[in-house]
């Protein structure tokens, strides 16, 4: 058993995602397993992934071939094999402080799901935050019916929330974001407990 498997999808970032794997191992809390969820990975790409899964035990790669949108149903797949008790989420452009998943396991001792204070930096140079306080009934719904507030890299949840949902990650509805469409299943569901931390540990970048 893991502290936390954290989900990490990648389609063409050759560029970016060694950075990002590289934020995940320098993590405080090193109980973790990293998947790596390939979405038809183009072959010269594949040999730096291969390259850092053979360095480290906690990384596997799951090799699929393109899905029509971001290969959602893939990672429900690969969570059946999971041994987390909680479940992270990594885009292969972001980063994380080192103090990430130690946070995300704090909050999730009192919640079902839980996020980072979102931290956005533009080309520009200048940043972007999305403040919300899921704990209050009115941002959750806000968040539930009208638009996104937790950028995937700043998600967490625990695997027997995850398990407790009618569906889990399953392809998004054409013109709705795959991330916003699985989080919203969690608040959608009422014995789900969500909290929104307010410390940045997780940085996001525009793609």
Known sequence: MATATIIMPTFNHE???QYAINSVLAQTLT???L????DGVPEESKSLIKSLVASDDRIRFFDFPKHERRGE???HEALQEASGRIVCYMCDRDLWLPDHLERMELLLQQADFAH???VHILPQGEYLFFPVD???PIQRRMMLERDNRVPFSCAAHTMKIYRALPEGWATTPSGMATDWHMFR???ALESCRTVSGTYPSAITFPS
């Open 15 to 17: 560029g970016t995602i």
């Open 116 to 118: 980072s204070l979102s």
């Open 31 to 33: 109980d973790f397993e």
């Open 35 to 38: 998947f790596i969820m390939g």
């Open 134 to 136: 899921l704990g209050l």
């Open 185 to 187: 299943k969690f608040l």
């Open 73 to 75: 149903p893939h990672r």
